[in-house]
């Protein structure tokens, strides 16, 4: 018995070490940046919100008004969305906000909203 112990002390750093090298490697990280690309949330700007003409379209953080607009599924989300300036059929100037992170999470800005 006194030999099984001595044996097993000695492979205990080598054990500790093992471990610890599988759990670095066989975590993977999040992926970082955009899960949306420009060409989908411009697809869906058109597509979901009637844009017929883009006038602009950037990737930015949500200042403190426009997150206070973010839907609730969206709300646990990093607050980085596609902003599309555009018109719809009716001529009004629209803005929508594509999550950058989801494209089930958007939102929209008219005329009456941005007056």
């Known amino acids: 018995m006194k030999i099984i112990r001595n044996n097993y002390l000695r492979w205990l750093p080598l054990l500790f070490a093992a471990v610890y090298l599988s759990l670095l490697i ?4 999040e992926p970082v940046g955009a899960m949306v690309t420009l060409e989908e ?5 058109s597509n979901e919100y009637g844009v017929k003409e883009i006038k602009s379209s950037e990737l930015r953080h949500l200042d403190e008004k426009e997150i206070q607009l973010i839907p609730e599924e969206g709300k646990e989300k990093t607050p980085v969305y596609y902003v599309i300036h555009g018109v719809n059929d009716a001529g009004e100037k629209i803005v929508v906000y594509v999550s950058s ?6 939102f929209i800005l008219t ?3 941005l007056d």
Not at 41 to 45: D, P, Q, S, T
Request: hydrophobic residues 40%.
């Open 26 to 29: 066989g975590c993977t990280p």
């Open 41 to 45: 949330a411009k697809a869906i700007a």
């Open 101 to 106: 992170n989801d494209q089930q999470i958007s």
């Open 111 to 113: 005329t009456l909203i």
